[in-house]
């Protein structure tokens, strides 16, 4: 199957979104952090970044809507 360069280019720009809006080094380097609390911060980051990755793909197809 085919995939164009527009999905692609909008698959990236969500990992990238989701890969810096997380915490990891205040995460990953403190012992106090247990893993039921990583993984619902994690969930947290992951909902919360869906909004704004739906706002930046209807951004990309219809720039028209910024004005």
Same mark, same amino acid.
């Given at each position: ?7 692609? !280019? ?7 979104? $989701? $890969? ?7 995460? $990953?380097?403190?012992?106090? $952090? ?13 909902? !919360?970044?869906?909004?704004?990755? !739906? ?13």
């Amino acid at each position: 199957m085919h995939i164009s360069k527009k999905i692609k !280019m909008f698959i990236l720009l969500s990992g990238i979104w $989701v $890969v810096i809006t997380l915490p990891l080094p205040w995460l $990953v380097n403190n012992p106090l $952090v247990s893993m039921p609390s990583f993984y619902t911060i994690l969930g947290i980051i992951g909902i !919360m970044s869906i909004p704004f990755i !739906m706002l930046g793909i209807a951004w990309s197809i219809k720039p028209e809507l910024t004005t």
